[in-house]
């Protein structure tokens, strides 16, 4: 549940943006023509690209290049709201804000475009630039044009400065899409919780060309393929570890125990636990 949300903008365009809520909540971005550096102040999620996942925690931050993403904000222990900032690239502003003399950093691509995101692990120079910004955020009579502007043109000289080869990697080639194929972005999140909806997200497709898409590939209906691929490895888990049940279950890609296992003993004709039990003595 989104507590509050502060937006600054330039162009009509959202550059600055700050965030409070609840977990658990998920974010579904489709970004054409954009990217975005997205800083977890509190907080913890799972992000899922196309072909690759990874985590955010308190004071670590993410990089993305356009494309499309998940990002799903977890919950935890602390009661505390959960705030994030996010920062939004566009070519016209960046056009913008260097006047025409864009930086050849950000225009000669570097690699081969397949990263879409760098994860930035906690770095005090970061979090000194986001402690500025909740300044303004907290005065946002501040916040002029020129200010938006010159807040940006530091963020990304700040990124170039961390010399890291996936930032700049992905600063060289902000706007041009990643073409994914189709069977490693279901190879790549097959055991995470994700709707056909979200799978569907991730490749840029419709639900409905989505779901022929895979009859086509695969022969059967995405879920049923899904479940039989998911079950199969639960028992293989039980099978060769003493894995607690519910963490198979979660492991898996299923997000009830109760329906994982009236599945698994549909499927082995007994119950999670008592399969586990008959392998394991």
């Known amino acids: 549940m989104v507590l509050e949300n502060q937006k600054i ?19 579904i971005e ?32 993410v990089l993305m290049k356009c494309g499309s993403f998940i990002n799903s904000w977890q919950v935890t222990e602390q009661a505390d ?78 990124l170039y400065q961390l010399n890291s080869n996936g930032i700049r990697e992905i600063l060289s080639d902000l706007f041009n899409p990643y073409q994914v194929g189709f069977k490693s ?11 056909l909806e979200e799978y569907a997200t ?3 497709m419709s639900v409905s060309s989505f779901k022929r898409k895979f009859k086509e590939l695969y022969g059967i209906a995405p879920g049923q393929y899904m479940q039989t691929k998911r079950l199969e490895r639960a028992a293989q888990l039980l099978s060769t570890s003493s894995a607690r049940v519910t963490e198979v279950c979660f492991d898996c890609g299923f997000g009830d125990i109760s329906n994982f296992s009236k599945a698994f003993a549909r499927k082995y004709g007994l119950p999670p636990s008592a399969y586990q039990n008959q392998h394991l003595t």
Request: overall charge negative; some cysteine.
């Open 185 to 195: 972005v279901i190879k790549e999140h097959i055991f995470h919780q994700l709707t």
């Open 30 to 61: 489709s970004m054409e023509d954009e990217a975005c550096l997205i800083y977890s102040m509190q907080g913890r999620s799972e992000l899922y690209a196309a072909e690759h996942t990874d985590g955010l925690s308190s004071d670590t931050s």
């Open 9 to 27: 903008t330039l162009l009509e365009k959202t550059i600055f943006e700050r965030v409070k809520f609840k977990p658990p909540l998920r974010a």
């Open 202 to 204: 991730l490749l840029n």
């Open 81 to 158: 709201p959960y705030e994030a900032i996010a920062i939004h690239f566009y070519p016209d502003v960046i056009q913008l804000i260097f006047e025409d003399q864009i930086p050849e950093y950000l225009q000669k691509p570097v690699g081969d475009g397949s990263r879409v995101f760098q994860k930035i692990e906690k770095n005090e120079i970061l979090k000194s630039y986001i402690g500025s910004l909740l300044i303004y955020f907290n005065h946002p009579e501040l916040f002029t044009p020129d200010t938006v502007a010159l807040k940006l043109k530091e963020l990304i000289a700040l």
